[in-house]
């Protein structure tokens, strides 16, 4: 009875958490600007961290709270990285002279503003 | 009798975790601007993962890999306010018409 009601309790969670990273999928091929999709991806990060854990209560299993915490210092180091490569990126094009990273429609409708 | 207990509270705590995360993703949908996103999206990285933890401490009883989860959130907390800030510095960097989404210093805020 008790086996029962955790592992589909678990489960449960489990199952949100799977729709709420597709959702952020979804908010990432969406997000109009670069910076929308750096914080979708941190989120997908957050909660992939979450379902691990979460699954590491379903199996049982105390090694998988070392993947965990080796995860979540891996989504941090991205995030760190993308930043200070886009970043950089922008500064190169902008001492070239060339336009900035947006697109060429936004830059268009800004100018219509 | 005991682990029912622990599972009433944990599945509360957990329960309470995914609400924030669920909160979280629909304020990401619902605001139009980065910044403003960046604001939820950084409530379910810290308050909806330090509440499912919790739980999951509370249900997995007490031996070392309590103490793991609880190395988990000490490093959420230290690192999810240093990617924001680094987002939102990304976001400040690139957008050339800052001043028509939000308040802007005339000295940048230096």
């Known amino acids: 009875m008790y086996g029962v009601v955790y592992h589909g309790f678990l489960l449960t969670c489990m199952l949100v958490i799977g729709a709420l990273i597709l959702l952020c999928l979804i908010r990432a091929v969406l997000g109009p600007r670069l ?10 990060g957050t909660m992939t961290i979450v379902e691990i854990a979460l699954f590491a209560l379903y199996l049982r299993e105390s090694y998988l709270f070392d993947v965990c915490l080796i995860y979540a210092m891996i989504s941090f180091l991205a995030v760190v990285v993308l ?3 886009y970043g950089g990126a ?11 990273l947006e697109y060429e429609e936004e830059d268009k409708e800004v100018e219509d503003l | 009798m005991m682990a029912w207990v622990q599972l009433v509270i944990g599945g509360a705590f957990i329960v309470i975790g995914l609400l924030t995360l669920c909160v979280a ?8 601007y980065v910044l403003n996103r960046m604001h939820s999206a950084a409530m379910g990285d810290s308050l909806g993962i330090l509440f499912i933890i919790f739980g999951l401490m ?3 009883g007490f031996h070392l890999s309590t103490l793991k989860l609880a190395l988990i959130i000490v490093f959420f907390w230290l690192a999810g306010p240093v990617s924001s800030h680094m987002i939102c510095k990304l976001e400040v960097l690139i957008n050339e018409n800052l ?7 005339e000295d940048g805020g230096f």
């Open chain 1, 83 to 85: 930043t200070k490569i």
């Open chain 2, 25 to 32: 993703v629909f304020g990401v949908f619902r605001f139009h």
């Open chain 1, 90 to 100: 922008y500064q190169e094009r902008k001492i070239k002279g060339t336009s900035h």
């Open chain 2, 99 to 105: 001043k028509e989404e939000c308040e802007v210093p």
């Open chain 2, 58 to 60: 509370i249900l997995s």
């Open chain 1, 35 to 44: 910076t929308d999709r750096v914080v979708a991806v941190n989120m997908i």
